[in-house]
């Protein structure tokens, strides 16, 4: 008797499309625990990226599991190509991730969408799916989730790859607004003192915390982000990441089509017709994710600008009965973001070289290379 189970893979992304509905089916009804769901695995998130960053997409490789003819998973794979020493390195990553640095959306927790009644045969069906590629040099699997599915499949292949290298490279921190975080003392008492400021230049000055309510307005604050947040680096002597053209329309194209769903927050601390601080947050589902910030670091009296507006974010999602803020990733346990939110899960970077002639060649390069940076770092320390 034949197989109910099927493989299909989407090669172009007018194809890719037409999954939409799927899609959704999959992240949104089946999701086997809601709070687990990201607004980087939304429709929305991934399809703009396709738009945005076909020129880095080498090969579009969407892998579907059907059952019966129905959709029962989709892995969003794609294969980007990067040259190192002479020799073109191809790798297997998740859409939305895996870009050149200058201008990575920095997705976290994008995993397969798939049907928890199907869990088991569709880790397996991706397993003989990802050893059977020979057109790749490795495996590419950035901001994991231990939950993930992807992370079961990896595990279930990593024997028989060449190399298999698993790195925590940092962890999301949240604020669960029904159950807040026990704050310490000092920073209690530095939250109060911040918003007594606010509101004592408030009464002497026009002075608010501004919601964009409709897209004009949050084009303008999304344009005075850029302006704050190029301000900021260039003072370090650095572009900052909306100097790069893919970024900066990426999250333009993203704002204009995805407004008016309600997914898209951009707040504003201004102080006498000057805006001081904007943050841009995505809401999906019950969670605010605060994804990027712009800051005048310049501006006096000091009122802590950044700080201030996320303490204003909470106080607009207990409001709006949102009940969670997400702060997304940092790579330390003890930075700003820990001292109004909770540590959650690791993310996890996977990269796996796949085991055939051509990447013996690729292991000999980048074990030379991870020796080399291995021999720069103890130089730097023994200068220090």
């Given amino acids: 008797m034949p197989s109910p189970y099927s493989v299909k893979t989407i090669t172009n992304i007018e194809q890719a499309k037409l999954l939409e509905n799927e899609w959704r089916i999959l992240t949104e009804k089946n999701a086997e625990i ?92 991706l397993s003989e799916q990802l050893i059977k590629l020979n057109n790749i040099t490795k495996f590419s ?126 707040s504003a601390i201004q102080i006498e017709n000057k805006i001081i601080s904007v943050n841009y947050s995505i809401k999906w589902h019950n969670t605010l994710f605060f994804y990027q910030s712009g800051i005048d670091e310049l501006h006096k009296p000091n009122v802590s600008p950044g700080l201030l507006n996320h303490l204003l974010l909470i106080n607009y999602c207990e409001k709006q009965k949102i009940e969670c803020y997400n702060l997304l990733k940092s790579s330390k346990i003890h930075d700003y973001k820990g001292q109004f939110s909770q540590v959650s899960d690791e993310l996890i970077n996977i990269t796996m070289l796949l085991s055939n002639k051509f990447n013996f060649l690729s292991l000999i390069f980048y074990r030379a290379k991870c020796g080399l940076k291995q021999l720069l770092k103890l130089l730097r320390q023994k200068n220090i």
């Avoid at 939304?42 to 599991?65: A, F, R």
């Avoid at 159950?179 to 918003?195: A, E, G, W």
């Avoid at 608010?208 to 949050?218: E, P, S």
């Avoid at 947040?229 to 900052?240: F, I």
Wanted: glycine share 2%; aromatic share 14%.
């Fill in 34 to 125: 809601k709070t687990d769901l990201q607004c980087f695995m939304s429709w929305e998130w991934l399809s703009q990226w396709l738009e945005t960053y076909q020129d880095y997409i080498l090969n579009l490789k969407i892998i579907c599991v059907l059952y019966h003819d129905e959709v029962v998973a989709i892995a969003p794979f794609y294969i980007s190509a990067t040259n190192t020493w002479g020799v073109t390195q191809k790798a297997l990553s998740f859409i939305a991730t895996n870009e050149p640095e200058q201008c990575e959306v920095a997705s976290e927790f994008i995993d397969i969408a798939y049907s928890i009644l199907h869990k088991e045969k569709i880790s397996e069906l």
């Fill in 141 to 266: 699997f950035k901001d994991l989730n231990k939950n993930a599915l992807m992370y079961m499949v990896c595990q279930k292949i990593k024997a028989k790859m060449i190399t298999y290298e698993e790195e925590v490279v940092g962890y999301q921190f949240i604020n669960d607004i029904n159950n807040p975080p026990q704050y310490s003392v000092s920073f209690l008492k530095k939250k109060k003192r911040i918003l007594n400021k606010f509101e004592k230049i408030g009464n002497s000055k026009y002075c608010q915390f501004v919601i964009a309510k409709d897209a004009i307005q949050a084009l303008k604050l999304y344009e005075k982000l850029v302006e704050l947040h190029l301000q900021r680096w260039q003072q370090r002597n650095k572009p900052g990441v909306f100097s790069n053209n893919y970024f900066y329309e990426f999250h333009r194209n993203f704002i204009i089509n995805c407004f008016k769903k309600g997914m898209i927050v951009l």
